[in-house]
């Protein structure tokens, strides 16, 4: 079974540009998780959503941050634009209920750097 | 805030001997607790989990205890293996809250051969 698929891998950009990242959930996953990760740090929650509906989305900035998880399948998360301080990892997650008793599935991240 | 708290960044422990990585948390409505392992250029894997109700939970070489009235819990893993050189994280939720998990920042385990 595949895991979860996040692309790019690593990505380099200058600051105020604009930088998107995608997630493939595991097949039959409803719900997805977008987190970030700065370095020495525990990931924080940026939004979830269970299918299509985004239904946790207090923690990202929506200055600067979008979402969007068309078809309740795949989701891209999108940096408008792009801060010095955004360099982090960020990671992708699913798992098959909203109920976090259930694991969450991690993807390997993407990895951002902001020059 | 830091709801979940590692205090150790670090640990290393020799093959064979008893790893104990330890966490604290603050919100008393955390009723489920888990722990992550991350290896280098990987996502967090899940290891192993117990909740509120419970003060034991085993699975094979790893056992973790809650301590409600600490707000404290502990991984043991037991013997320690080379392989299990990775960065551990505490995770904790409020199943009646909005079911987000509150990290940890981490504490490295280095498992000497």
């Known amino acids: 079974e595949a895991g979860v698929v996040q692309s790019p891998r690593y990505k380099i950009i200058e600051k105020k540009q604009p930088v998107a990242f995608w997630c493939n959930p595991i097949s039959g996953h409803n719900t997805l998780y977008w987190y970030l990760q700065n370095l020495g740090q525990g990931p924080e929650l940026l939004i979830r959503y269970e299918n299509e509906e985004a239904v946790d989305d207090s923690q990202l900035p929506k200055d600067r941050f979008s979402a969007e998880r068309l078809k309740g399948v795949d989701s891209t998360l999108k940096i408008q634009p792009a801060e010095l301080g955004d360099s982090a990892v960020y990671l992708c997650?699913?798992?098959?209920?909203?109920?976090?008793?259930?694991?969450?599935?991690f993807g390997e991240g993407s990895r951002l750097t902001v020059l | 805030d830091q709801q979940v708290k590692q205090n150790s960044p670090s640990l290393s422990v020799q093959e064979g001997r008893i790893s104990i990585l330890n966490c604290d948390y603050t919100n008393s409505m955390f009723d489920y607790f888990l722990w992550y392992k991350k290896y280098p250029a990987e996502g967090p894997t899940f290891l192993i989990s117990?909740?509120?109700?419970?003060d034991k939970n085993e699975d094979g070489r790893f056992t973790v205890f809650l301590n409600k009235s600490a707000k404290h819990l502990s991984l043991h893993i037991v013997p320690s293996q080379p392989g299990d050189s990775a960065v551990y994280f505490c995770a904790a939720s409020a199943q009646t809250g909005a079911n987000n998990l509150f990290f940890g920042t981490g504490t490295r385990l280095t498992v000497i051969p």
């Open positions: 997650a699913s798992s098959l209920g909203g109920q976090v008793s259930g694991e969450l599935f």
């Open positions: 117990i909740s509120s109700i419970k």
